[in-house]
């Protein structure tokens, strides 16, 4: 192999397996949230507290949420939630629509 074509293992673009985890699962929640009625999306590169957020017109409501592993703990899971207690303590946020 000549030189010109020899590549090292960091000039090949790797798939990030968590990365590629991670948003499959997120997609499954839009679809999920879709079938339900619901206006649904997800934020793309997101490293907010929000990967996905779903609509309920009739009800009023906002969901905002965060996909984690299945293999997160509940103290993880607890810690999240207190982080970010300010969202209604379930990530939910009611709206009025006009």
Same mark, same amino acid.
Request: glycine residues 4%.
């Given at each position: /192999?000549?030189?010109?074509?020899?590549? !090292?293992?960091?000039?090949?673009? /790797?798939? &990030?397996? @968590?990365?590629?985890?991670? #948003?499959?699962?997120?997609?499954?929640?839009?679809?999920?949230? #879709?079938?339900?009625? #619901?206006?649904? %999306? #997800?934020?793309?590169?997101?490293?907010?507290?929000?990967?996905?957020?779903?609509?309920?017109?009739?009800?009023? !409501?906002?969901?905002?949420?965060?996909?984690?592993?299945? !293999?997160?703990?509940?103290?993880?899971?607890? @810690?999240? @939630?207190?982080?970010?207690?300010?969202? &209604?303590? /379930? %990530?939910?946020?009611?709206?009025?629509?006009?």
């Amino acid at each position: /192999m000549s030189q010109d074509y020899a590549l !090292t293992i960091t000039e090949i673009n /790797m798939p &990030n397996r @968590k990365y590629e985890k991670g #948003r499959r699962k997120e997609y499954k929640i839009v679809h999920e949230e #879709r079938d339900q009625g #619901r206006i649904a %999306f #997800r934020s793309a590169g997101s490293h907010s507290p929000i990967d996905v957020v779903s609509i309920d017109i009739l009800r009023k !409501t906002i969901w905002l949420i965060q996909s984690k592993p299945d !293999t997160y703990s509940k103290g993880q899971t607890d @810690k999240l @939630k207190e982080q970010n207690k300010d969202l &209604n303590n /379930m %990530f939910v946020v009611v709206f009025d629509v006009r």
